[in-house]
């Protein structure tokens, strides 16, 4: 049983796969009140007082089996962290969420946890700063698959035309917030999406759509193909696998001894571009490590995806692509592949 990956940069699996009890190799050597347009019936799932650990049980079920959760003191500052996190300001410009702005809930048929809150600033903040929390900035929409990393994204005003963009219909029943934009004045057409750009990789037989701003890699070589910006990163890579697409999705999410996602990964299997694949998301215990010299350190997440054909790459003949990215941007990439084989 043999698991043969392509050259890849250090993202936890140092090159090797480092695979407990599985041989691995490389094909190269080199590695306040609630935010406006707010109503609700029942009482918030946040209040000032919080339970201890982790946040447990529900507080109603609601169609589609999604069920509004407690909200703990480790969710809250999760959630704070996200936050601050997302806008790249310190921590010490914000006072904290609004008491009984935070809604938080759980959709078991797609692993899948929704939040949101409405963050004050601190009284030490920049003018800078501040004016951030402007027209529905203060705001944050939450959400994380299993126990990977909360994605972010920023409100608006009115807030409701962000949420229901956002948030599935039955998370909006469960918090008893609006499911529709009447009155509201809301665009009928989400928000464009971030400016992006196609580049492809004769090696692996792939083109992917990137941000603008994204840059290649440093360091990585002639041969290989990685594109670092301020918010992510992303690099190819291939393997070979002789025991098939389930096989090397459980060795990648958990084979590995230095577990680079994590002690409890999340393996969720859908098609890429029409072919059988995987995407593994890091539970929160994974570490976050550098991508570029000095610049902004993320999770790791991969995608496998079987080629229609093999394709050789040096001396070795590949049938799995990987794309390994930051799990804010691990969906997106994987979803603007186009396979050449």
Partial sequence: ?????????????????????????????????????????????????????????????????????????????????AYVGYRGIS??????????S????????????????????????????????????????????????????????????????????????????????????????????????PVTSRTYAVTISIPVGWQPTPYLGPDRFGYDGTMGWVQLNAMVEPFGLHYACTVAATGNVLHPYGLHPLIIYRSINGRPGCLIFPSSDAAALPRRAGGPSFQNSVALVEYRQPIPIGSATYALLLVDADPAHLAAVVDSVQLHH
């Fill in 102 to 197: 935070i809604y938080y809930a759980y959709d078991p048929a797609t692993y899948t946890y929704w939040a949101e809150a409405n963050f004050l600033p601190s009284r030490t903040a920049s003018f800078t700063v501040l004016a951030g929390f402007q027209d529905g900035a203060s705001i944050g929409l939450f959400t994380r698959v299993g126990n990977g990393s909360w994605q972010v994204q920023l409100g608006g005003e009115p807030v409701v035309c962000a949420e229901i963009r956002f948030f599935p219909p039955a998370v909006l029943m469960a918090w008893s917030l609006r499911t529709d934009t009447a009155g509201f004045g809301c665009s009928p057409q989400p928000p464009r999406p971030a400016p992006a750009r």
């Fill in 1 to 81: 049983m043999r698991t043969v990956m392509a050259g890849r940069r250090m993202l936890g699996w140092l090159g090797l796969l480092a695979i407990a009890g599985v041989a691995g190799c490389t094909a190269s050597p080199t590695p306040g009140p609630a935010a406006p347009g707010h109503s609700r019936s029942a009482t918030p799932a946040a209040s000032t007082a919080f339970s201890s650990g982790a946040a447990s049980g529900s507080a109603s079920t609601e169609p589609g089996g999604v069920r509004e959760l407690a909200v703990s003191r480790d969710v809250r500052d999760e959630l704070t962290a």
């Fill in 91 to 100: 921590p010490s410009d914000v006072a904290g969420a609004r008491p009984g």
